[in-house]
């Protein structure tokens, strides 16, 4: 009997949630203490490390912020500067959830005070997807004896497909190896507080597949349709225009192309709207590699003599390398990726 009333209460609190609190207007994600649009959220307290935490959303967007103790202001960390690298070293914010309250995957996002983003997903069997990003924004500031930070993430990013979240929150410092968490407990999703999230996202991504090069190159979106109409959906691919007809409960292959120069890192992010309303937010940053490779035999030939070069591609050709040649230059491409070889033409002792 007692195992049956625990079911019970369980199932119950899977049905029945509180909505997140709206937040009008919405904070400036800018990292200074005080901004009204904090007014209304929900708020927890750290009581080992001294200080708030606080939650809620917008129409577009979730808003985390921790405003903590630090405890040793002269062991500040926030050294992190690149996307994905060890945020988790620094002083930190954590904001964990889960789409499916009660499963064991769940989603991470770390930011520091200088608002360098961590994000990944973990699968039920603690795997670690680093190619899942949030498309979060975060900015931060160090007080007198305390730091402060503040985060937004897209609601469309969130794959609400349940119109539930589960959530917790969690500050953490370096210095004394001092971690304490909100609304749950750390890395156990089936512990995150579930709140309702009423806004509709009937489109779920099945499979993505990014570009990993440079020059122009194709992302693959398989977008499956939930609902039982049909979605005229609009929106942008870094930027240039998209739209995709997806008949009820159908499975539509998308593909989006852009330009990303190679070596330097860069973002994919695909927009899709219903109306006015965002319901999908999927973005990649990466750097993308290079898959031209061009090297001259000499850069310096005799009058009349033809520039010899050597072309390797990496990967399996899709396309053409063209090369165009103006005095003392050649410029080969491949796909958008371009190379330009210099060389110097003397002349010839035979003539």
């Known amino acids: 009997m007692k195992k049956f009333c625990l079911l019970a209460l369980f199932c ?5 949630a509180a909505p997140l609190p709206m937040l009008s207007p919405a904070p400036v994600i800018d990292g200074k203490k005080g901004d009204p ?15 708030k935490g606080y939650l809620g959303r917008s129409a577009t967007h979730l808003y985390v912020a921790i405003d903590v103790r ?37 989603y991470q996002i770390i ?18 997807n680093l190619s899942w990003d949030s498309g979060a924004v975060a900015r931060g500031s160090y007080g007198k004896d305390s730091y402060y930070i503040e985060l937004a993430v897209p609601l469309a990013a969130l794959g609400c497909l349940k119109n539930r979240l589960a959530v917790a929150v969690a500050a953490f410092t370096p210095w004394n190896k001092q971690g304490e968490i909100l609304w749950g407990s750390y890395h156990k999703p089936q512990t995150f507080t579930a709140f309702d999230i009423p806004d509709t996202f009937p489109v779920r991504v099945n499979e993505r597949r990014w570009a990993y090069a440079g020059g122009r190159q194709s992302s693959f979106f398989t977008l499956e349709n939930l609902s039982s109409r049909t979605l005229h959906l609009k929106g942008n691919y870094n930027g240039a225009p998209v739209a995709v007809k997806l008949n009820p409960k159908a499975i539509h292959k998308l593909e989006c192309r852009s330009t990303l120069p190679a070596g330097k890192e860069g973002r994919n992010t695909l927009r899709l709207f219903d109306g006015k309303k965002e319901i999908l937010y999927v973005t990649r940053t990466f750097t993308p590699i290079k898959l031209l490779k061009v090297l001259p035999m000499s850069d310096i030939i005799w ?7 050597k072309i390797s591609v990496n990967e399996k050709p899709t396309a053409d390398v063209t ?22 033409v003397i002349p010839s002792p035979w003539k």
Request: hydrophobic fraction near 30%; proline fraction near 3%.
């Open 303 to 309: 009058e009349g003599e033809a520039l010899q070069l």
């Open 70 to 106: 630090h405890g040793n202001i002269n062991a500040l960390a926030d050294t992190s500067e690149k996307q994905d690298s060890a945020v988790y070293n620094n002083d930190c914010l954590d904001f964990f959830f889960t789409p499916d309250p009660g499963s064991e995957s769940y």
């Open 12 to 16: 119950s609190a899977l049905l029945s």
């Open 37 to 51: 649009g904090w007014k209304n959220a929900l708020t927890g307290t750290f009581k080992v490390k001294g200080g």
């Open 323 to 344: 090369v165009e040649y103006s005095p003392g230059k050649a410029v080969c491409t491949y796909k958008g990726e371009s190379e330009t070889i210099r060389y110097k």
């Open 111 to 128: 930011a520091n005070v200088r608002g360098t983003i961590y994000d990944h997903f973990k699968n039920k069997d603690g795997r670690m």
